[in-house]
């Protein structure tokens, strides 16, 4: 098998595609957040984009005496949350999609 069939075949599995919309979803949201001017939406919708990843690692280190200083890469936990929570989010959507599709295709014929 060569290198472009490896490829192509990369670029059709569902779950190349929903790892890549995951990185593109955090990378907009934080371009959006550190390029646009700062608003009460903006800030909301960037808290948003935010959140599933927190309560994630919220659950794994919860707040409290025991966690002294704080955890020190919860920034980085919560980031990786994020991109597998999204992951998720954008698998499901995109085979459901293609579940769609596929049926479409099928009454078709």
């Not at 927190?54 to 990786?80: K, M, N, S």
């Amino acid at each position: 098998m060569s290198i472009a069939q490896l490829l192509t075949r990369l670029i059709k599995s569902t779950l190349a595609q929903a790892l890549a919309l995951s990185y593109f979803t955090l990378c907009t949201a934080g371009l959006a957040k550190e390029h646009l001017t700062y608003s009460e939406l903006s800030g909301r919708i960037g808290d948003a984009v935010g959140l599933p990843g927190a309560f994630i690692i919220g659950t794994l280190y919860p707040q409290g005496p025991h966690t002294g200083d704080g955890v020190i890469y919860w920034g980085y936990y919560v980031l990786v949350a994020n991109l597998f929570f999204y992951l998720i989010v954008w698998y499901v959507l995109l085979s459901l999609i293609k579940i769609f599709f596929r049926k479409r295709v099928n009454h078709r014929s």
